[in-house]
């Protein structure tokens, strides 16, 4: 009698859903029930104020009486109330809906599928021609892990007014890919060209400004060599840009993931020239302009020799 918490019986979502759309049907049956009372009392009236009362006797449309007339267009709207509510509502209602949305659902999992699956089968080709190329050279290098990746045209302009110059989803889809779960060291402007964060990765941002402010996560520093202190527990860091910074990072870096847009463009920022007596390219991958990609370009990776 007392010391018992009284069980209040629960419904899920589900049976939420089929109460609801059970008393919903019902309102849509009283609807039709009304409409078709109303019918049938209404044609009754009509009948007796046309040939009873003589109402608008005279009056005819298309050669028969008025209110037949009007008896066929209220008919008309009562079985179109029939169709909506018997036949609308049974193969358009909320299964239908269901199915619909679960369809459209598969549809973005399989091209979700198949870009992981082309990133994967590139990031395979791109790793067994790096480890192909050692191969063949048998020399042991000395590598640091500081990767620079970069888009640079044909005249190594690579942005204007703090954004980019071009937009190639291909390449977008191959900078997720290789910086994922790693740092990402790039100058303040840069950072301030996202919109927000990218997910995934640590970012550290390289400032003068002593009291500059980021969001929770994003380390501030005030040099390059600060910043791969920073990222000193990432096997692979990235640095991402700008110009100064890609300046002051390519005699520190062992590898050089570059896509050339082979075009030339109007830019205030540019990528420095590639020393091939340094630099000793191990991969290109050339892809063809078409409808997401207004330019021609190519992945290239360089090692240092």
């Known amino acids: 009698m007392f010391g018992k918490k009284k069980t209040n019986p629960s419904i899920d979502k589900e049976q939420l859903e089929l109460l609801e759309n059970a008393q919903k049907r019902i309102k849509q049956k009283k609807a039709l029930y009304v409409h078709f009372i109303f019918f049938l009392i209404g044609s009754v009236l009509l009948i007796v104020a046309n040939t009873v009362l003589g109402i608008g006797k005279e009056f005819t449309l298309f050669g028969k009486e008025w209110f037949l007339i009007a008896i066929l267009v209220w008919l008309f709207f009562l079985i179109y109330h029939v169709f909506n509510v018997f036949v609308t509502n049974r193969f358009l209602g909320k299964a239908w809906e269901q199915k619909q949305m679960a369809k459209l659902v598969s549809k973005q999992q399989t091209r979700i599928e198949k870009i992981k699956s082309k990133l994967i089968k590139e990031e395979t080709l791109l790793a067994e021609s790096e480890l192909q190329s050692e191969a063949n050279e048998n020399i042991e290098i000395k590598k640091t892990g500081l990767t620079i990746i970069v888009a640079a045209s044909e005249n190594n302009a690579i942005g204007k007014g703090n954004k980019l110059i071009w937009h190639l989803s291909d390449d977008l889809k ?121 330019y021609e370009f190519s992945f290239i990776t360089y090692t240092k020799q």
Do not use: C
Not at 263 to 281: G, H, S
């Open 174 to 294: 191959r900078f997720k890919a290789l910086t994922n779960g790693h740092h990402i060291i790039m100058g303040r402007k840069t950072f301030e060209s996202f919109p927000k964060p990218l997910p995934n990765r640590t970012h550290v941002v390289i400032t003068r400004q002593s009291d500059y402010k980021a969001p929770k996560g994003v380390i501030i520093v005030n040099s390059l060599t600060d910043a791969l202190d920073a990222s000193r527990s990432d096997s692979q860091p990235f640095v991402i840009g700008g110009g100064e910074i890609y300046k002051q990072a390519l005699p520190l870096a062992d590898t050089l993931e570059l896509t050339r847009v082979h075009e030339n463009f109007d830019a205030d920022t540019f990528f420095p020239i590639v020393d091939e007596n340094i630099w000793k390219e191990t991969a290109n991958t050339f892809h063809q302009k078409d409808d997401k990609h207004d």
